[in-house]
């Protein structure tokens, strides 16, 4: 599981490596305690809710 600044620095990386803003929907641990942490970031527009679903 990731944090959700690493994250959103990750997620900026690979738009500004790809040279345009991608979708990106985070794919680790989400739950509901944590999940608005992630989608309140910048370069994260989602997630991929498993095993917390």
Known sequence: PDNP????SNAGKI???IGKRVVTL?????NPEN????????????GLVGQAS
């Open 5 to 8: 600044e690493n994250a959103n």
């Open 15 to 17: 738009s500004e490596k």
């Open 26 to 30: 985070y794919g680790g641990s989400i």
């Open 35 to 46: 999940a608005m942490s992630f989608f309140s970031q910048k370069n994260i527009d989602g």
